[in-house]
Nanobody
């Protein structure tokens, strides 16, 4: 089982980045996928989530209108398009795939990709 994030980097305020999460080793298409972010000393924060078939996608209130999550199940990929980036968006961004079957939770995490918004 593997989730690999990519696409992070340094960007100026107001800029854009597109993160990618590549999944392998499990039935990706049956999992909800979420993006989280975390900064040192703070709890991990939910950024956006998408249902297995992609029919339901949401982002956190503070990111609505700026961040968009999408997925391509044919490629086992999930994307996070981030626009109008702010310095407070600086964080490590993680991809998480999860589902619950008969009360048992299955959850996988990637290693994260760093996003730094700075001039």
């Amino acid at each position: 089982v593997q989730l690999v994030e990519s696409g992070g980097g340094l960007v100026q305020p107001g800029g854009s980045l597109s993160l990618t999460c590549a999944a392998s080793g499990f039935t990706f298409t049956s999992y909800n996928v979420n993006w989280y972010r975390q900064t040192p000393g703070k709890e991990r924060e939910l950024v956006a989530g998408i249902s297995p078939a992609g029919g339901s996608a949401n982002s956190a209130d503070s990111m609505k209108g700026r961040f968009t999550i999408s997925r391509d199940n044919a490629k086992n990929m999930v994307y996070l398009q981030m626009n109008s980036l702010k310095p407070e968006d600086t964080a490590m961004y993680y991809c998480n795939a999860q589902k619950v079957i008969l009360g048992k939770k299955y959850s996988y995490w990637g290693q994260g990709t760093q996003v730094t918004v700075s001039s």
